[in-house]
């Protein structure tokens, strides 16, 4: 399936001649299978083929919460908390997306606790080399 077949209402958005309205319309004839995490990211930020596109992201987030799609690490996560709350998403996806953000909130809690500030700590031991 085609992007475009994915959200008919692709055709009738307003060419502005912005870099949004051109990546999306760059990938209009882009079969689903063939964008990218960070096409992904993009279109659910843009509300572009949420129902289609959410199980794909879901898929990806499933084996990696954190996964940076293009921008930073969670971002791919981000676009499609940001669908879920401008576009919806259906039930048993937004149920994927609940346990998602339960093990993105311990990888957080555990960076927290423990990376930021063994990091934290090299930094300063460095400070005067």
Avoid: N
């Amino acid at each position: 399936m085609r992007l475009i077949d994915a959200d008919p209402s692709l055709a009738s958005r307003p060419d502005v001649g912005s870099g949004v309205s051109d990546r999306a319309r760059s990938l209009w004839q882009c079969e689903l299978s063939d964008l990218s995490q960070g096409d992904l990211a993009f279109c659910l930020r843009q509300g572009i083929g949420v129902a289609h596109l959410a199980p794909l992201a879901i898929g990806a987030l499933t084996v990696e919460p954190l996964l940076e799609a293009e921008l930073y690490p969670g971002d791919l996560l981000t676009s499609l908390l940001h669908a879920e709350a401008h576009y919806g998403l259906g039930s048993d996806t937004a149920s994927d997306l609940a346990e998602i953000c339960s093990v993105a909130l311990t990888g957080a809690e555990s960076i927290q606790e423990i990376v930021v500030p063994a990091a934290a700590a090299f930094v300063a031991s460095r400070a005067g080399t």
